[in-house]
T-cell receptor
Framework: GNSVTQMEGPVTLSEEAFLTINCTYT??????LFWYVQYPGEGLQLLLK?????DKGSNKGFEATYRKETTSFHLEKGSVQVSDSAVYFC???????????FGKGTRLSVIA | GAVVSQHPSWVICKSGTSVKIECRSL??????MFWYRQFPKQSLMLMAT?????????EQGVEKDKFLINHASLTLSTLTVTSAHPEDSSFYIC????????????FGPGTRLTVT
């Protein structure tokens, strides 16, 4: 079955540091890939997505590239801020109207 | 953008009582809604798929008689936790699928249920 594996946290960074959160997937076919963010006490918000190989999703300074050859969708940001502190979930959907398969989430804490 | 609401945002109930959680797509129609459950510091686990006008499809291990799902219209799905117990305490999140070719999912803000 489909699955998503993302690096375990928690991750603690200083403000303006570079962020990478690794995510790899296993799927049949050609899934769409997503990164969601969950701020404390809130629901999930879509951060970015990519629907086909070599697509780059980007939003709010975050970006991730759909790498079919390595089955990866790593999340990066060049300079994190305290307000980026949250839990980040990598997810996939293998076709239209299907539920998302989530990774376990990575908690990021950014300190000033 | 597409907005999904959940009501209530949090609820405390006593063991043995039932609680209904509503999930609404406010500005779009959703033929499919998903219900997830999230335990503290863990990922989201799919509970069931709710399709408008038909019975919900439950994931393995989810008791359909305990977690009643009704999807009566294209903008509303409800999850009723019947005879709640403390182990049902959790964060319940719904998502609604945009019924166009994008099939993009939009998540509600979640409902925190505490059973005492």
């Amino acid at each position: 079955g489909n699955s998503v594996t993302q690096m375990e946290g928690p991750v603690t960074l200083s403000e303006e540091a570079f962020l990478t959160i690794n995510c790899t997937y296993t799927a049949t076919g050609y899934p769409s890939l997503f990164w969601y963010v969950q701020y404390p006490g809130e629901g999930l918000q879509l951060l970015l997505k990519a629907t086909k190989a070599d697509d780059k999703g980007s939003n709010k300074g975050f970006e991730a590239t759909y790498r079919k050859e390595t089955t990866s969708f790593h999340l990066e940001k060049g300079s994190v801020q305290v307000s980026d502190s949250a839990v980040y979930f990598c997810a996939l959907s293998d076709q239209g109207n299907t539920p998302l398969v989530f990774g376990k989430g990575t908690r990021l804490s950014v300190i000033a | 953008g597409a907005v999904v609401s959940q009501h209530p945002s949090w609820v405390i109930c006593k063991s043995g009582t039932s609680v209904k959680i509503e999930c609404r797509s406010l500005d779009f129609q959703a033929t499919t809604m998903f219900w997830y459950r999230q335990f503290p510091k863990q990922s989201l686990m799919l509970m069931a798929t709710s399709n408008e006008g038909s019975k919900a499809t439950y994931e393995q291990g989810v008791e359909k008689d305990k977690f009643l799902i009704n999807h009566a219209s294209l903008t509303l799905s409800t999850l009723t936790v019947t005879s709640a117990h403390p182990e049902d305490s959790s964060f319940y999140i719904c998502s609604a699928v945009l019924a166009d070719h994008s099939y993009e999912q939009y998540f509600g803000p979640g409902t925190r249920l505490t059973v005492t």
